[in-house]
């Protein structure tokens, strides 16, 4: 008999651009200032992709890079690449793939996951269950999106929001009593419509009219996706605590997507926890969308301790939300 594997942290990597967009510069290209743009989003700066030779695939790789790096884990190692995106390098053609080809990723398979902001929560979740079954030793998980690709830089609603960047976590089993415990998920396709990028798939494809129309951008409905948000969170992250009869007070942190500070602030108040429980990034890098979770993993990996209850929640287009409860374990090191 085999023994029950649970899916456990055990490196984390990370990469941002270096080509800085900060407020300033976008009160240059639309009516803004920096200082209504901090009140209402909480956001200073965001790392843009500015190189055109680059793209989605080339931050998951260097993301990667970073985690191998760090954990002395080999690229012949990895058994299985998923990568949360909703900015692929192509339509027909995975941005897995072309990772693994650039890695050397040879002895992977891979795939891609698109959920938008709650991207990387469904795939690693994904990726936690392809470890429980004992088929795979190591998986690496990947949340990274080149948002700047899809933003319309004339509409100031949603340019002052978005940024570029890439995450990744590498998943390997253990029977320690660690690592995912719990997810609930949930999806609901009546708001679709306020937060989406119209053109570029099978129902407006990409012609002369589709680009004159500038249905190749993302458009938001900013307070229809602020109220959803803030409650699809709030609650799901109270019944994955209920489910496994665990209070608030048993939270060591909280890792919320990064979509917006006063979101993730009413989130935070709604459960109970205080500020200081929190990690929050989003002043420096903006909404990465499917990278929000696995950024701040990297930037705070030396908070975390053996045995912290954490919770991962998130919502985006789809309208997809959801919250997952983890225990931490021990990162690699080299």
């Known amino acids: 008999m085999r023994l ?34 901090v009140s209402r989003t909480g956001i200073k700066e965001r790392r843009i992709l500015n190189d055109p030779s680059l793209a989605t695939s080339d931050m998951a790789v260097a993301a990667v890079k970073n985690l191998l790096d760090t954990t002395g884990v080999t690229a012949a190692e990895i058994d299985c690449l998923i990568i949360a995106t909703s900015t692929p390098d192509h339509l027909l053609l995975s941005t897995a793939s072309i990772v693994c080809d650039k890695l050397g990723l040879s002895n992977a ?13 469904y795939a690693y979740t994904l990726g936690a269950s392809l470890v429980e079954s004992n ?32 995450g990744a976590v590498l998943l390997e089993p253990t029977t320690e009593d660690i690592g995912l415990i719990d997810s609930v998920f949930k999806t609901d396709g009546h708001g679709r419509e ?23 951008y993302i458009r938001q409905e900013g307070r229809v996706v602020f109220k959803a948000a803030i409650k699809g969170m709030t609650e799901t992250c109270t019944e994955v605590l209920k489910r496994n009869n665990m209070t608030i007070d048993d939270v060591s942190w909280l890792i919320p997507h990064q979509a917006n500070y006063r979101i993730i602030h009413a989130v935070g108040e709604n459960l109970g926890l205080p500020e200081e429980r929190v990690k929050v990034n989003i002043e420096r890098y903006g909404n990465t969308t499917a990278a929000t979770i696995p950024l701040c ?13 954490v919770i991962f929640t998130a919502f985006g287009a789809g309208f997809s939300w959801g919250a997952t409860l983890l225990k931490w374990g021990t990162l690699r090191t080299v």
Not at 16 to 22: C, E, F
Not at 195 to 212: E, F
Not at 302 to 308: L, R, S
């Open 297 to 309: 993993l990297w930037d705070f990996k030396d908070d975390f301790k053996h045995n912290d209850n």
């Open 194 to 216: 306020y937060l989406l990028v119209p053109g570029g798939g099978s129902k407006i494809p990409a012609t002369v009219d589709s680009v004159t129309a500038n249905q190749h």
């Open 135 to 166: 088929r795979y030793k190591k998986v690496v998980v990947v949340g990274a999106d080149q948002n700047s690709a899809i933003i319309n830089y004339k509409d100031r609603n949603t340019c002052i929001l978005f940024g570029d960047g890439a």
């Open 4 to 37: 029950k594997s649970n899916a456990v942290i055990t490196g984390v990597g990370g990469f941002v651009p270096d080509n800085i967009l900060n407020n300033s510069d976008l009160e240059k290209l639309v009516d803004t200032n920096s200082d209504w743009i």
């Open 109 to 121: 398979w891979a795939t891609d996951v698109n959920a938008a902001c709650s991207g990387f929560l």
